[in-house]
Each structure stands twice: as structure tokens, then as C-alpha cells.
């Protein structure tokens, strides 16, 4: 696991001031904030929100971010909290990279097969399933990201 932290204007996230983020922008924001770090690293973005065409309903599959670096493509799943302020013991029992369990796994591996078989790219290459974990501090413009490979 790999940890940093980045301020959130470095990505040319934001969120008005006073307002409060949706999870929908906090998930946009956390996928630009993961991109851009990933890149840095030396990571190529492949694609970016697939969904599988495969699978429909409760078990369709998305994928956040697929890279490719040393031959190894990466299926990225992104997973990002906010600060509650006024509740701090909210982040120390729930993480993020918690809600990346079991099923949210099995639906990744399936989804990962479907984008490999759609790309013609044989199933027995080299790929891993991988979390970046992000906890945003709206207040400070910073979030502090963790790397997990190969989950």
C-alpha cells in the first residue's frame, strides 16, 4: 500500500465554498484526483468508467479506471469519504477501501473479463485488480490517497 497526499486544486477539482458535495461529485473528484496521481506514477489510462456490456442489473459490473504500466493492466476501483467535521470517529470505523468487499470483487473480476474479451486481449495476460482510497478534506482542499495493488 502505497500512501500521499494532494490538494485537491492540484486536480482542478473543487466545490463552492459553504456548499456541501454529493457523493456523486466526491466520486468525480476522487477519479480526477486518482488519474492524475496514476499518471504521475507512470501509469497509461486505458479507459475510464466502463460497464460491462455482459451483464445487466443488480450484477453488472463497472470498472472506475484501467491503466497499463510494465505490461500489467489494472483494474481500479475507486473509493472515496469525505471528512465529517464534526465526527471524527465516522472515518476511524469505516474506511473507504471497506467498501470494496467481496461481491464489489466479483463484480470487478467480471467486468475486467468482459473489457478484456470486448478488447481481444487474452484473458491469460497479466491484469490485477487494485483500490485507491481516498479520504477529502473539503474544508482544507486535501485529500490523502492510499494505493492498494493486487487485491
Do not use: C, H
Amino acid at each position: 500500500m502505497v500512501e500521499r497526499r494532494v490538494r485537491i486544486a492540484e486536480i482542478g477539482g473543487s466545490s463552492p465554498p459553504g456548499s456541501t458535495m454529493n457523493s456523486r461529485s466526491l466520486g468525480n473528484i476522487g477519479e480526477k484526483i486518482a488519474i492524475k496521481y496514476l499518471r504521475k506514477k507512470g501509469y497509461k489510462i486505458l479507459d475510464k468508467n466502463y460497464v460491462s456490456k455482459f451483464t445487466t442489473g443488480p450484477q453488472r459490473g463497472e470498472i472506475d479506471i484501467i491503466t497499463r504500466k510494465d505490461n500489467v493492466i489494472s483494474f481500479i476501483e475507486v473509493k472515496a469519504s469525505r471528512v465529517v467535521r464534526n465526527n471524527p470517529a465516522v472515518l476511524e470505523n469505516f474506511l473507504p477501501e471497506d467498501r470494496v468487499d467481496f461481491s464489489k470483487q466479483k463484480k470487478i473480476i467480471r467486468a475486467a473479463e468482459s473489457w478484456l474479451i470486448e478488447k481481444k486481449i487474452p484473458l491469460n495476460s497479466k491484469w490485477q485488480i487494485d483500490v485507491i482510497s481516498m479520504i477529502v478534506d473539503t474544508k482544507t482542499k486535501k485529500a490523502r490517497i492510499k494505493y492498494f495493488q493486487n487485491v
